[in-house]
């Protein structure tokens, strides 16, 4: 079946330099999200983003976070700069309609060092 | 704001028990009620989920969850579980037709051979 696919599965960086994750959402998906796990818990909310805009963001979504999808390409995540409570596993999600349940990728695990 | 509360961090069964994982939710308007299943390591899958109508929803490998407005609770339930239902399960709720699923803290089943 279709997938969310999350290149890569980890990244290691120094803290106070940027990091972009990104993320091969499912081809006619129209709407995409990034949630932050710490630890295996609890799945936090960051951002959603539908037709080249945020929707809604959390307070987790810091200034130093940024999201696009230039031209229907990979959807990212940057960071800049990174910070040690930035180490995570960070998961994207698609979906091709609002109401319909987003299609999560397997997560890229970064470590801020 | 929606929220939703998954009580039980750690539920133990056998092979072959059944089992309920429970999820309450406070919101009062339209919402979308979801289930999804976490294996170590792995990106969420999506089981099922409830809108409106019959209150019983049945998802993917004998996965059950009733609606119930009333109590406002979602709760999964599982006749007969086995070993590869190991996981840790994420009950999550949306309003209509507005922003990103939020997810409650996860429940993590362990099923005892």
């Known amino acids: 079946g ?8 980890h990244q290691i960086i120094d803290m106070g330099q940027m990091v972009t994750l990104n993320c091969d959402p499912v081809s006619n998906h129209l ?9 295996g818990q ?19 979504f810091k200034d130093q976070f940024s999201v696009e999808r230039p031209d229907g390409s990979y959807f990212t995540l940057k960071i800049q700069p ?32 | 704001t929606q929220t939703v509360s998954q009580s039980d961090a750690h539920v133990t069964v056998f092979e072959g028990d059944s089992v309920e994982l429970r999820c ?20 969420l899958q999506f089981l099922l989920k409830y ?7 049945q998802g993917v ?33 949306r309003m209509y037709n507005n922003n990103a699923p939020r997810f409650g803290a996860g429940t993590k089943l362990s099923v005892k051979p």
């Open chain 1, 2 to 9: 279709p997938k969310v696919l999350q290149i890569p599965s």
């Open chain 1, 31 to 39: 709407y995409f999200y990034w949630y932050k796990q710490i630890l």
């Open chain 1, 42 to 60: 609890q799945m936090e909310f960051l951002v959603n983003f539908y037709n080249g805009k945020v929707m809604e963001k959390s307070k987790l």
């Open chain 1, 82 to 113: 990174t910070a040690l409570e930035d180490s995570a596993v960070y998961f994207c999600a698609s979906s091709l309609l609002q109401n319909q349940a987003p299609l999560f990728g397997e997560g890229t695990r970064l470590s801020v060092l």
């Open chain 2, 24 to 43: 309450n939710y406070s919101y009062g308007g339209s919402i979308y009620l979801s289930w999804y299943i976490q294996h170590h390591g792995r990106g």
């Open chain 2, 51 to 57: 809108y409106s109508g019959n209150p019983v929803v």
């Open chain 2, 61 to 93: 490998n004998g996965f059950k969850a009733e609606f119930s407005k009333s109590d406002s609770s979602f709760h999964l339930r599982k006749a007969s579980v086995h070993w590869s239902d190991s996981a840790v399960y994420f009950c999550a709720v």
